[in-house]
């Protein structure tokens, strides 16, 4: 087995960065509201999953799947990973390989899964998100679901460590100026929730990186 997922299944069975590496990517205000996002769920938090799947390229460098949403849906027009709310009496793996079959045809079964992250609460749409990490052996064939998804892409793990590749600007969102960081990687920025995901899963990178 590649020595990455090896580490990876060791390392997500002990206690993790979790918020302290999540806040690293989130976007700070500036003007307006200038408390943190809340980091504790609502008691009425809606339960949903997104599946980080890796697989290694023709380069034996790992990638990891990025879907662009189609404009008309919920965060529309963002990056973001596989995934979506949960059904009635679904556990968080569940509910990562259905969405990633409903939105980019992955076969549940293909995919081998490695552990999870930290959750994380996105109080703009009230929803407590699992982040479930898996791997394919070798890169997938997709089947894009318009009504979710308008593009379906890889970037390397490599790509998100090059400072070259992280930006920080200030935006104006929901009447209020947030100073926000984002990876440019895309001509869509990589930025918010699904950064903040992703930046955990990248600390865990340097870890192995640091110990190779």
Not at 154 to 164: M, P, Y
């Amino acid at each position: 087995m590649d020595p990455l997922i090896t580490f990876l299944q060791q390392r997500l069975e002990h206690p993790l960065p979790g918020k302290s590496s999540q806040l690293a990517m989130a976007p700070e205000p500036v003007t307006g509201n200038t408390r943190r996002r809340p980091m504790t769920p609502a008691g009425d938090a809606r339960q949903s999953s997104v599946l980080i799947l890796l697989f290694p390229n023709d380069h034996q460098k790992w990638e990891l799947i990025l879907t662009l949403r189609t404009p008309s849906i919920n965060h529309g027009g963002q990056i973001s990973l596989p995934g979506g709310r949960a059904e009635s009496g679904e556990r968080p793996l569940q509910t990562a390989l259905r969405e990633a079959r409903e939105e980019i045809g992955i076969p549940s079964q293909d995919v081998t899964v490695i552990g999870q992250l930290s959750e994380l609460y996105v109080s703009h749409s009230n929803n407590q998100v699992v982040p479930v990490v898996g791997y394919l052996p070798e890169r997938p064939r997709f089947s894009i679901n318009p009504a979710e998804v308008e593009e379906v892409f890889a970037i390397e793990l490599d790509s998100l460590l090059h400072k070259k590749n992280l930006t920080v600007e200030d935006w104006n969102l929901r009447s209020h100026t947030y100073r926000v960081p984002y990876w440019d990687v895309h001509q869509v920025p990589l930025w918010g929730a699904t950064a903040m995901i992703l930046h955990e899963l990248l600390d865990l990178y340097r870890e192995f990186l640091d110990a190779s």
